[in-house]
């Protein structure tokens, strides 16, 4: 577990991720997720309504397909005010980073659990299109569940969006939080590449 906080400590420098109900979220989501992140776990397979390639046409995406392969997730929601502000620009620079590297995979997914009007599986190409993402990105509208939350949600104990995730090749989780430092997340990525 000390290897495990040492990279967290690496991966976001000064913007450490706070507990959940400090932001203030806390009773929108009850007892049902107390604990926040899976680190030192396996990466559990990702639950999607449907993904998309970079261009924009259906395919799929496979957590154990990735084995041998650093995986940087980042959960989001459309109007989510820290996924434009903090998020995007995070998985933008994290994705130009590596856009050359077979070796690192990054994807997006939308995990609703909250406005589900809103925050739709069109958003998901807008959001591609947007902030010009040539990767694999998804949609998890969380309403399969009893209580609305996403499976992906769920799996990886998120605690809302923005959300990043980033999983060593061997297919554990190695950071899983709120914010996450683009530019110490790139070098750390490449100084075990």
Same mark, same amino acid.
């Given at each position: 577990?000390?290897?495990?906080? #040492?990279? #967290?400590?690496?991966? !976001?420098? *000064?913007? %450490? *991720? ?13 007892? +049902? ?14 639950? *999607? ?9 259906? !395919? +799929? ?12 997730? =980042?959960?989001?929601? +459309? ?14 620079? $994290?994705? =130009? ?20 009007? $809103?925050?739709?599986?069109? =958003?998901? #190409? ?8 040539? $990767?694999? %990105?998804?949609?998890?509208?969380? =309403? ?10 769920? *799996?990886? #104990? ?30 750390? $990525?490449?100084?075990?590449?």
């Amino acid at each position: 577990m000390l290897e495990f906080s #040492r990279n #967290r400590r690496r991966l !976001t420098g *000064a913007m %450490m *991720a706070l507990p959940f109900s400090t932001l203030g979220h806390g009773r929108a989501f009850g007892q +049902s997720l107390p604990e926040r992140g899976i680190v030192g776990l396996p990466a559990p397979e990702l639950d *999607a309504e449907f993904w998309l390639d970079g261009a924009g046409r259906r !395919t +799929s995406f496979s957590m154990l397909a990735q084995r041998g392969r650093w995986v940087h997730l =980042k959960c989001w929601q +459309s109007w989510c005010p820290g996924c434009h502000e903090h998020g995007f620009p995070a998985l933008q620079k $994290i994705s =130009k980073a590596f856009a050359d590297e077979p070796r690192v995979v990054n994807v997006g997914l939308q995990t609703t659990f909250e406005g589900h009007q $809103i925050n739709t599986g069109e =958003k998901v #190409r807008e959001m591609q299109l947007r902030y010009d993402l040539d $990767i694999v %990105m998804g949609h998890d509208p969380g =309403k399969r569940n009893a209580d609305g939350y996403p499976n992906t949600m769920r *799996a990886y #104990r998120t605690g809302g969006t923005p959300w990043h995730v980033i999983v060593e090749p061997g297919g554990t989780v190695i950071y899983d939080g709120f914010s996450v430092n683009a530019d110490r997340a790139v070098a750390y $990525i490449r100084e075990r590449l």
